[in-house]
């Protein structure tokens, strides 16, 4: 695998370890087709999940052989809920704060340069009738030689 998808793998086993979740709350991190669908079934049977996006290069080195090597990007946890969906007492205000909570300065498996770290602007929040969201935001700057 890439070093994106390994850092997307690590964060959602990262936040499925968390004890701060309820047990039965989805936290998915896929790059299928079928993501949409799946995140729709969790909202439909608990009115919140956790998605897990793909981490987006923010710098790049190339070598002089043509190697691309990543050496930082935005690791983005959107937290999607349907109020009126969600019966439990677990909102997405928790999941925010227990994502913040379960990733800030951990480093799994040495996969970063340091520890994960809050962007500037840590969490941001769309909210409409129906639908909140918020999208928390993390910096990693990753090893050059790993």
């Known amino acids: 695998m890439s070093r994106l998808s ?18 039965a709350l989805a936290i998915l991190a896929r790059r299928e087709k079928e993501v949409a669908n799946d995140i729709e079934a969790a909202i439909e049977q608990q009115g919140i999940c956790i998605y897990v996006m793909m981490p987006m290069p923010k710098r790049a080195t190339r070598t002089q052989n043509d190697i691309v090597f990543f050496e930082s990007a935005e690791c983005r946890i959107r937290v999607i809920e349907r109020p009126k969906l969600n ?60």
């Not at 969490?123 to 129906?130: C, F, I, L, S, Y």
């Open 6 to 23: 390994d850092t997307q793998k690590a964060l959602a086993e990262a936040l499925k370890a968390h004890t701060g979740f309820p047990a």
């Open 87 to 146: 019966l439990g007492e677990f909102d997405g205000w928790d999941a925010m704060e227990q994502v913040i909570l379960a990733l800030q300065g951990i480093n799994p498996d040495g996969i970063f340069a340091a520890p994960l770290g809050l962007m500037q602007h840590p969490v941001e929040n769309v909210e409409d009738k129906t639908t909140r969201i918020f999208d928390v935001r993390f910096d990693a700057a990753f090893q050059l030689n790993s």
